[in-house]
């Protein structure tokens, strides 16, 4: 139902930034709660942050809080990941998640219902 499509991944170096777009289309953006999950080679698919329909609430997983700020401009129905102090261990296909027709963020991957393709973040050690 929701379409999304991800943007910006690339290759940098430890400590610096990189920033991800998910577009979405289909729905109503703003009664979507939006997360990314990240997936490394071998490991299972983790939670990184979401983001309320409105925006008046965010969640972020332990091993980048204070790293990473997740938003979303609803005018353009696009969300966004902010990654700055890039580490060798956040390296791992990005994925963008949505959660229509609910109010309450959920960190566990089964709760969304869409996703995106992915998209490479490498950082190099």
């Known amino acids: 139902q929701v379409q999304l499509v991800e943007s910006g991944g690339g290759l940098v170096q430890a400590g610096d930034s990189l920033r991800l777009s998910c577009a979405a289309s289909g729905g109503t953006f703003s009664s979507i709660v939006m997360g990314w999950f990240r997936q490394a080679p071998g490991k299972e698919r983790e939670f990184v942050a979401a983001i309320s329909g409105s925006a008046s609430k965010t969640y972020y997983a332990d091993s980048v809080k204070g790293r990473f700020t997740i938003s979303r401009d609803n005018a353009g129905n696009t969300a966004y990941l902010q990654m700055n102090s890039l580490k060798p261990e956040d390296t791992a296909v990005y994925y963008c998640?949505?959660?229509?027709?609910?109010?309450?963020?959920?960190?566990?991957?089964?709760?969304?219902?869409?996703w995106g393709q992915g998209t490479q973040v490498t950082v190099s050690s």
């Open positions: 998640a949505a959660r229509p027709g609910y109010l309450t963020i959920m960190v566990s991957a089964t709760a969304y219902s869409s």
